[in-house]
């Protein structure tokens, strides 16, 4: 029967590194090649246990960026809704339409590689695509979950 394990961040700890300084850490962390302005996202993913191999599969999906904040674009696209749909954002909704937009303009970087920090062990991750997304699978034995 197969095992599902989700990845939580309290369970295992997953984190992007981006190279910035960690005075408590004595050797030195993997460094990805993101500009400061660029952004990275791991979405919630969830792994398998293969009892043939012995091991854990681990798939994470990623998405580097440059946020967004474009008035004129988020005007042409309220004026869009507004026009096509009637609809209009006013009072709490309108924050909350900036928040959502500006995902939606941001600038997906392609090329670029991140780590994964699984425990001690730090992954590179594929280049990301022309959309911004990476995916790959982590195999971990099981007694390194353990």
């Given at each position: 029967m197969r095992q599902i394990l989700t990845l939580v961040l309290g369970l295992v700890s997953i984190s992007a590194c981006t190279g910035s300084e960690d005075p408590g850490r004595e050797r030195p962390r993997a460094l990805s090649d993101l500009a400061g302005d660029e952004s990275i996202v791991l979405f919630k993913t969830a792994g398998w246990f293969d009892p043939e191999s012995g091991s854990w599969h681990l798939p994470v999906h990623g998405w580097?960026?440059?946020?967004?904040?474009?008035?004129?674009?988020?005007?042409?696209?309220?004026?869009?809704?507004?026009?096509?749909?009637?609809?209009?954002a006013t009072g709490d909704a309108e924050e909350i339409f900036a928040?959502?937009?500006?995902?939606?303009?941001?600038?997906?970087?392609?090329?670029?590689?991140?780590?994964?920090?699984?425990?001690?062990?730090?992954?590179?991750?594929?280049?990301s695509a022309e959309n911004g997304h990476f995916r790959t699978t982590i195999e971990l034995r099981a007694d390194a979950v353990n």
């Open positions: 580097v960026f440059e946020p967004e904040d474009s008035v004129i674009r988020k005007n042409a696209m309220a004026a869009a809704l507004e026009k096509k749909y009637g609809l209009t928040s959502r937009v500006n995902w939606l303009i941001a600038d997906s970087e392609r090329g670029k590689i991140a780590y994964v920090r699984i425990g001690d062990t730090d992954y590179e991750m594929p280049p």
